[in-house]
Nanobody, 116 residues
Framework: VQLVESGGGLVQAGGSLRLSCAASGSTFSINAMGWSRQAPGKQRELVATITRAGGSTDYADSVKGRFTISRNNAKNTMYLQMNSLKPEDTAMYYC??????????WGKGTLVTVSS
């Protein structure tokens, strides 16, 4: 499975961005998908997850009510709509998928910078 993130950039506090993660390869084997982020000098943090059918989502407390995860299985693409962005949301955002056999794949990341 190959993953390519896009949509990162520089935005002012209070603004919005929409990240995308396009999957290719053995996409039929993908079960859950999710977004993680890593700020400079900090550990990687799980931000949001979504099941294959999209019926179940979960969010880190720090983004609840501001971020929305979704997926389009027909397009093999996952999204992260980020609203009311804060400077502390600045990080490299990574797409991750988990296959039914438990193997994880990661994208290379897209940088989000929120200015105050």
């Amino acid at each position: 499975v190959q993953l390519v993130e896009s949509g990162g950039g520089l935005v002012q506090a209070g603004g919005s961005l929409r990240l995308s993660c396009a999957a290719s390869g053995s996409t039929f084997s993908i079960n859950a998908m999710g977004w993680s982020r890593q700020a400079p000098g900090k550990q990687r943090e799980l931000v949001a997850t979504i099941t294959r059918a999209g019926g179940s989502t979960d969010y880190a407390d720090s983004v609840k009510g501001r971020f929305t995860i979704s997926r389009n299985n027909a397009k093999n693409t996952m999204y992260l709509q980020m609203n009311s962005l804060k400077p502390e949301d600045t990080a490299m955002y990574y797409c991750k998928v988990r296959q039914y056999n438990g193997i994880d794949y990661w994208g290379k990341g897209t940088l989000v910078t929120v200015s105050s």
